[in-house]
Nanobody
Framework: QVQLVESGGGLVQAGGSLRLSCAAS????????MGWYRQAPAKQQRELVA????????NYADSVKGRFTISRDNAKNTVYLQMNSLKPEDTAAYYC?????????WGQGTQVTVSS
């Protein structure tokens, strides 16, 4: 059974930085593309904001490009999201999952709140 556990969220002022971590049981990192998703307050959909492919290449949503960096450590079964120059509109619950996502893999997420 796959379990994803996100951590590293918190309250930060605009312009600040946070680093999120996602640890997984099992070996899903080594056989799947991985992504960070976020769900903003009052929105029903989770938005994919960063992807890291098995090749190591990355892709980002336009809203975070140049500010967020996704990375992975397969030996530690962990994927990271470095978030710099945070904006109030980055406020959301952040989740990791495979790409494409598997509904059974969703963890509890980690809350990021950016104050203006």
């Amino acid at each position: 059974q796959v379990q994803l556990v996100e951590s590293g969220g918190g309250l930060v002022q605009a312009g600040g930085s946070l680093r999120l971590s996602c640890a997984a049981s099992g070996r899903i990192f080594s056989i799947n593309h991985m992504g960070w998703y976020r769900q903003a307050p009052a929105k029903q959909q989770r938005e994919l904001v960063a992807v890291i492919f098995l090749s190591g290449s990355t892709n980002y949503a336009d809203s975070v490009k140049g500010r967020f960096t996704i990375s992975r450590d397969n030996a530690k079964n962990t994927v990271y999201l470095q978030m710099n120059s945070l904006k109030p509109e980055d406020t959301a619950a952040y989740y990791c999952n495979t790409v494409p996502k598997m509904n059974s893999y969703w963890g509890q997420g980690t809350q990021v709140t950016v104050s203006s």
